[in-house]
Structure formats: C-alpha cells, structure tokens
Nanobody, 123 residues
Framework: QVQLVESGGGLVQAGGSLRLSCAAS????????MGWFRQAPGKEREFVAA????????NYADSVKGQFTISRDNAKNTVYLQMNSLKPEDTAVYYC????????????????WGQGTQVTVSS
C-alpha cells in the first residue's frame, strides 16, 4: 500500500504560480510512475501530467503544456507540479496518483490516489 498526501494548493490571482507537492509513504521501496489529475466542479477528472519512475520521461495534457512542469525527487518520495501563468480555468481539485506500471493519461492506469488539494485562481 502507498499513501499519497498532496499539499501546496490555495488561492492565487490569475497569472500567478503555485507548486503542488505529493508525498508518498508506505511501500515506496517499489518506485511508481506518478501522475497529476484535476477535477473542476461538475466535470470529470482529467489528466494533467505524468512522470516515469526515474523521472526521465514526462507526459502533459495539451492544455497545460509549457505552463506546468512535473518533477520528482525519489530520495524524498515526492512529486511536484509547478504551475505558472495560472488562469481561472485551472481552478480545480488537484490529485496525485501512483501507478505500478505506466505514467499514462487514464485514471485507470493508477492504483493509488491522494485526497486532493484545492487550487483556486481568481480573475
């Protein structure tokens, strides 16, 4: 079992930046591919970004490419999502997730989920 805890969300003005963190605990001896997803009110959970076990490969949704950066520090069992130039449409609950196999875009690729952190971007 792996436990994931997100932090770093909050209220920010449009154009601002936030860095989300996701700390993993439990069975972290086996490395996992990690992903970030988000869910806005009334919408389905959508893929944001993902990173391979080593951190050498990343995958981004087209809507955030060039705006968000995913990274990880395996020594700290932590994955990050740097979010720049934030827009009101980025407002959502952001979730991190861990996959035993692949840093995919589908929620079904992931085995463990955090509880989410709220990001609100004001105009």
């Amino acid at each position: 079992q792996v436990q994931l805890v997100e932090s770093g969300g909050g209220l920010v003005q449009a154009g601002g930046s936030l860095r989300l963190s996701c700390a993993a605990s439990g069975r972290t001896d086996s490395k996992y591919a990690m992903g970030w997803f988000r869910q806005a009110p009334g919408k389905e959970r959508e893929f944001v970004a993902a990173i391979s076990r080593s951190g050498g490969d990343t995958n981004y949704a087209d809507s955030v490419k060039g705006q968000f950066t995913i990274s990880r520090d395996n020594a700290k069992n932590t994955v990050y999502l740097q979010m720049n130039s934030l827009k009101p449409e980025d407002t959502a609950v952001y979730y991190c997730a861990a996959s035993r196999l692949y840093y995919g875009r589908s929620t079904t690729s992931y085995n463990y989920w955090g509880q989410g952190t709220q990001v609100t971007v004001s105009s």
